[in-house]
């Protein structure tokens, strides 16, 4: 039975929703330049590709990169947790802004109306490679574009998709959800507990 795992993410928000249900983790860090080297961790969409295959597809490649780091550094083998969350409009997917504008722009997109937000979760242990994944919907007020210059200039948008994050200021702007919370934060609980369980993770 394993009791310690690493987390292929650098997400604060992760380390701190696997710290609330009491799981032991490393940060599994990638190198400079080392994860851009591997190809099967490019975050471009396939042509054709689904909004949910995608979502899972990268949680599952990132697991695996990360376990193929444990074995090349010949570190204690631990399982490994990755993540990936994006959003959906329109069959749209939506990663992270590339600059303010990019953030303003997606804002205004999603004032008014509600949108997916997928989170998947995969863990691998060297043998095996397993996957969850959490679809819940937000739908957002109407906002102006005031508001939206006053959120972009906190620099909160820049690094979560969809240009917001729903433990932080744009929880305002949150009408409504449907869902998990900690899935639309980036790491449902409840699929995480029961993964992890899976790989004999004690809870």
Known sequence: MTSRIYLASKSPRRRELLRQIGVQFDVLTFRSGERGDDADVDETPLSGEGVERYVERLALTKAQAGMRRIQWRKMLRHPVLAADTTLELDG???????????????????????????????????????????????????????????????????????????????????????GSHSGIMGLPLFETAQLLGAFGYPL
């Open 92 to 178: 749209e997917i939506i990663g992270k802004p590339v600059d303010t504008a990019d953030a303003h722009t997606i804002l205004r997109r999603l004032s008014g109306r509600s949108h997916r937000v997928l989170t998947a979760l995969a863990v691998s242990d060297g043998e095996r490679t397993r996957s969850k994944l959490s679809v819940n919907t937000v739908k957002f007020r109407v906002l102006s574009d005031l508001e939206i210059r006053h959120y972009v200039a906190t620099g909160e948008p820049m690094d979560k998709a969809g240009a917001y994050g729903i433990q932080g200021k744009a929880a305002i702007f949150i009408e409504e959800i449907h």
